[in-house]
């Protein structure tokens, strides 16, 4: 967990039940949940084999770890889940150095949570290194802290990132807003029992009590996420 703003910003959202919004990164804040596909397509190319489309789904938001091996068993391929995590790392780590697209409404979110100094947490389960170079195209002056997947024990879809989040911000679960893009994000901020409000990218997130969903972060703003906190609280 790595803190990047002064303690000021890490004060409670006063006048509201909002006490700390969480953010998801690849496909909720930026859009490269295709870069990881792209990147995996390619290294299992060079490996010699073919991915099918099907497995998209399957692998998106999760873990490295998870994505990976399930890509290892579905192919045979003959590579240890270490050495195609570094592969994997590196083949993204070119992409997004090339620029990183935000997501249609996520500048806006992260100034407007900024200006009203509501403390705000990147919660990813892509490694440090990939957060890092992301966070110089999001502004690592708009998060308090961020959470990295190789960083707690057991990533999404355990509750450890978000709870860790939490924690580092003195705030309760339950008055925090999670955004999320995958299943598997969701999962992972309702088990910490944080509330969540959805704005799935790759695959569709299923209705739920306790979530909204939402199509763009364009619908999202700070009275909307006070509202929303306010009315599950």
């Not at 579905?74 to 592969?87: M, N, Q, R």
């Not at 002056?141 to 580092?168: C, I, M, N, W």
Request: proline share 6%; hydrophobic share 50%.
């Amino acid at each position: 967990m790595t803190s990047t703003v002064p303690a000021s910003l890490t004060r409670s959202a006063e006048g509201s039940a909002l006490q700390a919004v969480f953010l998801d990164m690849d496909g909720t804040l930026v859009d490269t949940e295709g870069f990881w596909w792209d990147a995996e397509v390619e290294v299992f190319a060079d490996l010699g084999h073919e991915l099918d489309e099907a497995w998209r789904d399957v692998v998106v938001g999760g873990p490295m770890t998870r994505s990976a091996g399930y890509l290892i068993e579905a192919t045979g391929a003959d590579i240890t889940l270490a050495e195609l995590t570094v592969l994997l790392n590196d083949r993204f780590e070119d992409r997004i150095g090339r620029g990183v697209p935000l997501m249609p409404g996520a500048a806006r979110l992260l100034a407007e949570l900024a200006a009203h100094e509501v403390p705000t947490a990147l919660v990813s389960a892509s490694h440090r290194r990939i957060i890092d170079r992301v966070l110089a195209s999001l502004g690592p002056q708009h998060f308090a802290l961020s959470v990295a997947g190789d960083e707690v024990s057991r990533t999404k879809p355990h509750p450890d990132p978000y709870l860790l989040a939490a924690r580092g911000l003195g705030a309760v679960p339950a008055r925090c807003a999670v955004i999320e893009d995958t299943a598997t994000g969701v999962a992972a901020a309702e088990a910490a029992g944080c509330r969540v409000v959805a704005v799935p990218s790759v695959a569709p997130i299923a209705p739920a009590d306790g979530r909204v969903i939402v199509r763009s972060l364009e619908e999202v703003d700070l009275g909307f996420l006070r509202t929303f906190i306010t009315a599950m609280n």
